[in-house]
């Protein structure tokens, strides 16, 4: 999601899959973590996660936006929902500026600015995307065990989870954070 011609090289195989249709579902989940706290983060680690978890997730969305904006016009659907046209970014609690989802256990600055930052993308997005059918939200997908590090879900119920969570997502939670536990 870091490199522009990697991402063009996906939109054409999307291209070729969906054709005239469109793409209905955009799923940003690219992710890495940094465990740095205040004192030992620094600008090349904290850059590098910003570049996949927030610029990432940009790009891939402007990139896949005429698929989506075909999806959209070619919908009979009435309103936003995640089966007409939605660009779903993949974040996490650890973003909320209110809550401080697990600071004492995981300080984790550059991961936690960087999802804070892709909340408003989102935000931003769904103000501008709206005109055009497209959903936009922001999931928390919950603490998913994804290494050999503790975590609270399996992979299988936090997909479980967000599924059941786009299918019933509509005009009212367009450029939301949402947490489907």
């Not at 570049?51 to 969305?61: E, F």
């Not at 975590?151 to 299988?156: H, R």
Request: proline share 2%; hydrophobic share 40%; glycine share 6%.
């Amino acid at each position: 999601v870091t490199k522009l011609e990697t991402i063009q090289a996906a939109v054409k195989e999307v291209q070729k899959c969906v054709g005239e249709s469109g793409l209905t579902l955009l799923i940003n989940n690219a992710a890495i973590r940094s465990f740095n706290d205040l004192e030992n983060e620094n600008a090349k680690v904290m850059m590098k996660v910003y570049s996949v978890n927030t610029i990432g997730p940009l790009q891939m969305s402007q990139a896949f936006l005429p698929l989506l904006k075909k999806a959209a016009q070619r919908s009979p659907k009435k309103g936003m929902s995640s089966s007409k046209a939605a660009i779903i970014n993949i974040s996490s609690s650890a973003g909320s500026i209110e809550l401080m989802f697990l600071w004492e256990m995981f300080k984790m600055i550059g991961y936690r600015c960087s999802k804070a930052a892709l909340n408003m993308l989102t935000k931003c997005q769904s103000l501008d995307y709206s005109a055009h059918g497209i959903l936009c939200v922001a999931i928390h997908p919950g603490r998913v065990k994804t290494s050999e590090r503790d975590a609270d879900i399996s992979v299988e119920e936090s997909t479980q989870g967000i599924v059941t969570v786009l299918s019933m997502l509509c005009d009212e939670d367009n450029g939301t954070f949402v947490d489907w536990l």
